[in-house]
C-alpha cells in the first residue's frame, strides 16, 4: 500500500482476525507498519492526536465494543480533518444494513471476512492493488 510508508490503521478487536491481517500482509510483502487499536474510540484519539502518523487508509471491523464502526464513521467521515482518509470495512457482518449505512457515511469499500486464509490473502491482495495504484490527494 505503500504511499511514502504511511501507517496502515487496524481498527479490530479480534486477536485471531488481527493476526490474520498481519500474517496476510507479510506474505504480499505490504511493509507500511500497522496501528492496530481496538475501537473506534481509540482510533479517533489517535487520528485526532497530532503527534500521530496519520494513516494511508483504515481497515474498520464493525463489531467493537465501546464504539463500533459505524459509530466511528458517523464521527470520523465528518471531521473535515479525517473524512478524506480511506476506509475499507472488513468484517464478519453480512447485514444489508450495515452495507448501507457504511456506505451512506462514505466508505471506500466494504469487504467481508472469508473464513479461508487464502480467500482473505486475495481480499488483502485486491486491497494493496487498489490503493497502491488510487491517486490520494495530499
Known amino acids: 500500500m505503500k504511499i511514502t510508508n504511511k501507517p496502515i490503521l487496524l481498527v479490530e478487536d479480534d486477536q485471531v482476525d488481527?493476526?490474520?491481517v498481519m500474517r496476510a500482509m507479510k506474505e504480499l510483502r505490504i511493509t507500511n507498519p500497522v496501528v492496530n487499536l481496538e475501537n473506534g474510540e481509540e482510533a479517533l484519539k489517535y487520528l485526532r492526536d497530532p503527534?500521530?502518523?496519520k494513516p494511508?487508509?483504515?481497515?474498520?471491523?464493525?463489531?467493537?465494543?465501546?464504539m463500533n464502526g459505524i459509530e466511528f464513521l458517523q464521527v470520523a467521515k465528518h471531521d473535515a480533518q479525517l473524512k478524506?482518509?480511506?476506509?475499507?470495512?472488513?468484517?464478519?457482518?453480512?447485514?444489508?444494513?450495515d452495507k448501507v449505512n457504511s456506505f451512506d457515511l462514505g466508505v471506500a469499500g466494504y469487504m467481508a471476512k472469508p473464513v479461508d486464509y487464502r480467500r482473505f490473502v486475495e481480499v488483502m491482495r485486491s486491497i494493496d492493488a487498489y490503493w497502491t495504484i488510487s491517486e490520494m490527494p495530499q
Open 56 to 66: 494511508c487508509i483504515i481497515l474498520l471491523d464493525l463489531n467493537m465494543p465501546i
Open 51 to 53: 503527534d500521530s502518523a
Open 18 to 20: 488481527i493476526m490474520t
Open 84 to 97: 478524506r482518509i480511506p476506509v475499507v470495512v472488513l468484517t464478519t457482518s453480512e447485514e444489508q444494513q
